[in-house]
């Protein structure tokens, strides 16, 4: 199983990045997907999630909520997060994931992709 994060880079506060991961290697459609982030010294923390199909339920962080939008294409193997209004704040290491519930505990995922940093300058 390979998850294949890409998107990242630095964008100045209040600006937007569309993040997308590429799946392979799992029956895509049957798993929730999720991002979850890491700035330095900190914790992995969950941002995102979505069930298993397409405009299915989506759960998101009280810190991202209203500029966060998880979303996925089960027809090209891929979730994406548009992240619109970002502070710096939300500057981290941006990592997918897939697993087999709607949760927000990184241990609730199976899968997980590579990461891909985004910074967020004042």
């Known amino acids: 199983v390979q998850l294949q994060a890409s998107g990242g880079g630095l964008v100045q506060a209040g600006g937007s990045l569309r993040l997308s991961c590429a799946a392979s290697?799992?029956?895509?459609?049957?798993?929730?997907m999720g991002w979850f982030r890491q700035a330095p010294g900190k914790e992995r923390e969950f941002v995102a999630a979505?069930?298993?199909?397409?405009?299915?339920?989506?759960r998101y962080a009280d810190s991202v909520k209203g500029r966060f939008t998880i979303s996925r294409d089960n027809a090209k193997n891929t979730v994406f997060l548009q992240m619109n209004s970002l502070k710096p704040e939300d500057t981290a290491v941006y990592y997918c994931?897939?697993?087999?519930?709607?949760?927000?505990?990184?241990?609730?995922?199976?899968?997980w992709g590579q990461g891909t940093q985004v910074t967020v300058s004042s």
């Open positions: 994931a897939g697993g087999k519930t709607l949760r927000t505990m990184a241990n609730d995922y199976v899968y």
């Open positions: 979505i069930s298993w199909f397409a405009g299915g339920a989506t």
């Open positions: 290697g799992l029956t895509f459609s049957t798993y929730f």
